[in-house]
Nanobody
Framework: EVQLVESGGGLVQAGGSLRLSCAVS????????IGWFRQVPGKERKGVLC????????YEGDSVEGRFTISIDRAKNTVYLQMNSLKPEDTAVYYC??????????????WGQGTQVTVSS
């Protein structure tokens, strides 16, 4: 059973940076994608970034605009989301998730409890 535990969220001023971490357990296959999506209460979820561990290829959501990067530390079983040049519209709960990659988009079926990111103007 895959378990995902996010951390690193918080309050940051616009233009600042945060790094989110996702501790992963039970994820044993490189056939699946892992990444992050975010959601504001009452709104649909939006993909942020995902990575396919088999070749390190990454896929970015429309709202990221090259400001975020995703990486995997296999030794620590941890996935990171480095977020730079944060904007107030990045405020959301961020979820680490696993799923499949299809036609350049990650479709998730398992995710953690989420971590709140708040960007003040």
């Amino acid at each position: 059973e895959v378990q995902l535990v996010e951390s690193g969220g918080g309050l940051v001023q616009a233009g600042g940076s945060l790094r989110l971490s996702c501790a992963v357990s039970g994820f044993t296959s490189d056939d699946f994608a892992i990444g992050w999506f975010r959601q504001v209460p009452g709104k649909e979820r939006k993909g942020v970034l995902c990575i396919h561990p088999s070749d390190g290829s990454t896929y970015e959501g429309d709202s990221v605009e090259g400001r975020f990067t995703i990486s995997i530390d296999r030794a620590k079983n941890t996935v990171y989301l480095q977020m730079n040049s944060l904007k107030p519209e990045d405020t959301a709960v961020y979820y680490c998730a696993t799923g499949i990659l299809l036609a350049g988009t990650c479709f998730y079926d398992t995710w953690g409890q989420g971590t709140q990111v708040t960007v003040s103007s």
